[in-house]
């Protein structure tokens, strides 16, 4: 196992301080929150574990939530049944890092767990992870190689694989078939044209305008709905060439390029100006309004496919963000599976591995979920290329671009919440471009001073 660098005295005392005092809030985390169990579950509310029994944490809700069970009893089936697997899920965003991070201090965390690959960089910068080693990998028959190669070199950090990729889940573009039919933006199979290029794109904006009535395009916008602003902007932001990370140093630094953001924030307003992107819409409404049959485009993370796919009748397709300036980039994360820092025998550690391992091998019923499979055996299978439209976006996971690391950085995190605030507030009209960006500088200001409490 490769030498962990030397933590600084800082953050140990730091550590030290919350192994003292949140031992007791860390045994709380190990327990799952009220209705939010997995079924496959053993040992809680102090019951004794099976020694073999291996502990899973993950922050699934929804669609996400009822795959990963069904690969949890995959899993528990080839272990001998449910007392091979205890499984709890916890809240998304951070209150499950809050919970995974406690436990770990206090060490009680799980043996397995699943991070977003944006979280995972800070999780290790506070010395909560064990690396993943090539013996790890060698012993249950994975290698570097059996992974998005975008997606495993995110993962790497200080010279050490400190996450296994489950899957890319990008921004992508939902299209209704019937209204860009009638707009003239189908090709002969009944595809999306390639709409790459920013005249092209406002073309078709234009065109799927006349069709509706009204918008063209939905981005979910209104406070506190905060996620969808950061995806959108971070996506247009990186296709430009001179696009810079939006912070930098492990979130000391802002160095967001500020021609590139008035650019971004600047088309928005022109969008909504012309009447062809919402003012202001929460998530579920602009949502609705496209599967309605009220506007042609709609972008959000493709987690929303199983929605679609529940509305009886209607025909939608996707595709990748397009290219619309220098460069294809597209806004993603990576769901991760992780080692909690803890003791382990070397049967217990291939254990864990395992685990990873025979997960992975379920990825055919997380990709059917909508995100792109990490796992290449899956994701180059013949079952995955017949399957769509899933397969049809599966290139935006090359393309992808994570978040920059932070402590306070990544899904669902204090920064995404600050930024993608503002940039709400631009696309509704009520900030200029110049005051979200003088906000973000101001909101931002404490925790671009503030060293890691991790």
Not at 118 to 142: E, F, H, M, N, Q
Not at 172 to 189: E, M, P, Q, R, W
Request: aromatic share 10%.
């Amino acid at each position: 196992m490769p030498i962990r660098p030397t933590t600084p005295a800082s953050r140990l005392s730091r550590r030290g301080f919350l192994a003292a005092g949140g031992t007791a809030a860390a045994a709380a985390a190990v327990l799952p929150l009220a209705g939010c169990s997995s079924p496959i579950a053993a040992g809680l509310a102090g019951s004794a574990l099976n020694p073999e029994t291996l502990v899973f944490w993950n922050l699934f809700g929804g669609g996400d939530g009822a795959r990963m069970q069904a690969m949890e009893a995959g899993y528990a089936k080839q272990h001998g049944g449910s007392s091979s697997l205890q499984a709890t899920t916890f809240a998304w965003g951070n209150p499950y890092y809050s919970k995974l991070t406690l436990a770990t201090v206090g060490n009680k965390p799980p043996d397995v767990a699943v991070a977003h690959l944006t979280r995972a960089k800070p999780l290790w910068d506070g010395d909560l992870l064990d690396p993943i080693t090539s013996d790890d990998l060698a012993s249950v028959g994975l290698s570097a190689a059996d992974f998005n190669q975008k997606a495993w070199a995110a993962q790497k950090t200080d010279g050490n694989n400190i996450a296994i990729p489950l899957d890319t889940h990008p921004f992508v573009l939902f299209y209704n078939v019937d209204i860009c039919k009638k707009a003239g933006l189908l090709d002969s199979d009944g595809n999306l044209k390639d709409l790459s290029g920013m005249d092209t794109f406002e073309s078709a904006l234009a065109a799927v305008s006349k069709v509706t009535g009204g918008n063209a395009l939905n981005v979910a916008n209104v406070v506190p709905e905060t996620a969808t602003p950061w995806r959108f902007f971070w996506t247009l932001y990186n296709q430009q060439k001179d696009a810079t990370p939006f912070i930098s140093d492990g979130g000391a630094k802002l160095t967001v390029n500020e021609d590139a953001y008035n650019e971004v924030t600047s088309r928005t307003q022109k969008w909504v100006k012309q009447g062809w992107l919402n003012k202001a819409l929460d998530y579920a409404t602009a949502e609705s309004l496209m599967f309605d049959g009220k506007v042609g485009f709609f972008m959000q993370g493709e987690w929303e496919i199983s929605t679609a796919q529940s509305i009886k009748g209607l025909k939608f397709g996707m595709a990748p963000i397009p290219q619309l300036y220098d460069k294809p980039a597209t806004q993603a994360d990576s769901h991760t599976f992780v080692l909690p820092r803890k003791d382990r025998t070397p049967e217990q550690r291939k254990q864990h591995m395992l685990f990873i391992k025979q997960m992975l091998e379920q990825s055919m019923t997380w990709a059917e979920g909508g995100h792109v499979p990490a796992y290449i055996p899956t994701f180059d299978s013949t079952a995955y290329k017949k399957l769509t439209p899933q397969s049809n976006y599966a290139a935006a996971a090359e393309t992808a671009v994570f978040d920059d690391a932070a402590w306070y950085g990544g899904s669902g995190s204090t920064f995404e919440n600050t930024v993608g605030a503002q940039l709400a507030l631009v696309q509704q009209g009520s900030s200029s471009p110049a005051q979200a960006l003088s906000a973000i500088k101001s909101q931002l200001a404490t925790y671009l001073n503030t060293p890691s409490p991790l």
